[in-house]
């Protein structure tokens, strides 16, 4: 158990829905990382948030949106899904504010479009 | 900006096998490296890390990973792999000292173990 906690674990939906995963980073972490794993494309990087702020941006869609609330949980907010957005979004946390250290992963979300 | 390559995507070994990933990385300035592994169903978890010191850097469970600046590499090694180690195997880098705070990581190498 990392102590990252990702819900739901597993999601089903349709093609131009709008889903929200959620995130709760471990104790003390204050760094979140959202990472998309797909077959064809592996593990990318999105977004990364620290103590509420966007840090960095790496290959996220203009119909993907995410924030990290007071309580330093994250949702990754995905809207006008399609069928190439089905994939395993992990979740990432670490105390830094740089991404120099370890992370710690969630079991992540599988997101399913149909 | 980086980019990490993991030459195998696929490696089949029967137990007892020795193991040998490779793990390139595009970036000029100091880096922090990691390998990562993901069991079947699981999340990842790290297996080990090099920020600095020596470069063969021992893991969990009798991995071992050697960083050769020269050639930009860290390659992850075992002497004798078990099938438990059936998963997937995935190189990263983070650039120190930046203001760019994800890491990087290579599209994975998947490992089978034959008992």
């Known amino acids: 158990d990392s102590g990252v906690t990702q819900t739901p674990k597993h999601l089903i939906t349709a093609t131009g829905q709008r889903v929200t995963l959620r995130c709760s980073p471990r104790s003390g972490d204050l760094s979140v990382y959202w990472y998309q794993q797909s077959l064809d494309q592996g593990l990318q990087f999105l977004i990364q948030y620290y103590n509420g702020e966007e840090r960095a941006k790496g290959n996220i869609l203009e119909r993907f949106s995410a924030q990290q609330f007071p309580d330093l949980h994250s949702e990754l907010n995905l809207s006008s899904l399609e069928l190439g957005d089905s994939a395993l979004y992990f979740c990432?946390?670490?105390?830094?504010?740089?991404?120099?250290?370890?992370?710690?992963f969630g079991e992540g979300s599988r997101l399913t479009v149909l | 900006a980086q980019s990490v390559s993991q030459h195998n995507h696929h490696v089949i070994l029967s137990e007892a096998a020795s193991l040998e990933l490779g793990c390139n990385y595009s970036?000029?300035?100091?880096?922090?490296l990691f390998w990562y592994v993901q069991y079947p169903g699981q999340h990842l978890q790290l297996l080990l890390k090099y920020f600095s010191g020596d470069p063969l850097v021992k893991g969990i469970k009798g991995f071992e990973a050697e960083f050769i600046k020269s050639k930009f590499s860290f390659n992850l090694r075992k002497p004798s792999v078990q099938w438990s180690d059936t998963a997937e195997y995935f190189c990263?880098?983070?650039?120190?000292?930046?203001?760019?705070?994800?890491?990087?990581f290579g599209d994975g190498t998947t490992l089978t173990v034959k008992p």
């Open positions: 990432a946390s670490t105390k830094l504010r740089q991404g120099t250290g370890e992370l710690f």
């Open positions: 970036y000029g300035g100091t880096v922090n």
């Open positions: 990263a880098v983070t650039i120190n000292n930046t203001n760019a705070g994800k890491s990087t």
